[in-house]
């Protein structure tokens, strides 16, 4: 991982939606960047549990 980021492969994105720092790849835009957790479906609901779930979900599959 450290490795990315030496190589400026990666880099941290600030999410527009949760102020949340989130790794996003060199050449995705940075700026009104969304992370996966505010970037759900509608439908999926915007509460805290939800919202906790899907973090969860990301952190496991990184
Ligand atoms: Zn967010």
Known sequence: MVR????SMLQ???CR??????VAHAYDPT??????V????ARAG???RAAE????????TA
Request: aromatic residues 12%; neutral net charge; hydrophobic residues 45%.
């Open 4 to 7: 990315f980021f030496d190589a």
């Open 12 to 14: 941290m994105a600030t």
């Open 17 to 22: 939606e949760c102020g949340g720092e989130f």
């Open 31 to 36: 700026r009104g960047y969304v992370c996966g």
């Open 38 to 41: 505010c970037h759900m479906p």
């Open 46 to 48: 915007k509460t805290r």
């Open 53 to 60: 779930a899907a973090a969860s979900a990301a952190i496991a």
